[in-house]
Nanobody
Framework: QVQLVESGGGLVQDGDSLRLSCAASGRTFRNYFMGWFRQAPGKEREFVAAISWSAGNTYYADSVKGHFTISRDNAKNTVYLQMNDLKPEDTAVYFC??????????????WGQGTQVTVSS
């Protein structure tokens, strides 16, 4: 059974940093893309970043380029999202997800429960 468990969210101030973690278990993720998504109140879920598990290729939404960094630790089966210079508009529930062989939204089959990030001004 695949499990994705996010952690690291919290309440921070404008300009602060947070690192989210996603612990993955239940299968081998070698051929998977691991993604981070977020959903703010009243808004649709949006793509934030993704990484290919094997090659480590990374992909970012334009809105987070330059201040968010996705990475993975193969030994720990964990994906991270380092978020720097956080702004109030980054406030959302952040979800980790896994997709086999593609970064298209429809390919993300496994999802975590989400972790709340709140940035106060």
């Amino acid at each position: 059974q695949v499990q994705l468990v996010e952690s690291g969210g919290g309440l921070v101030q404008d300009g602060d940093s947070l690192r989210l973690s996603c612990a993955a278990s239940g299968r081998t993720f070698r051929n998977y893309f691991m993604g981070w998504f977020r959903q703010a109140p009243g808004k649709e879920r949006e793509f934030v970043a993704a990484i290919s598990w094997s090659a480590g290729n990374t992909y970012y939404a334009d809105s987070v380029k330059g201040h968010f960094t996705i990475s993975r630790d193969n030994a720990k089966n964990t994906v991270y999202l380092q978020m720097n210079d956080l702004k109030p508009e980054d406030t959302a529930v952040y979800f980790c997800a896994a997709a086999l062989g593609s970064t298209s939204l429809s390919a993300y089959k496994y999802w975590g429960q989400g972790t709340q990030v709140t940035v106060s001004s």
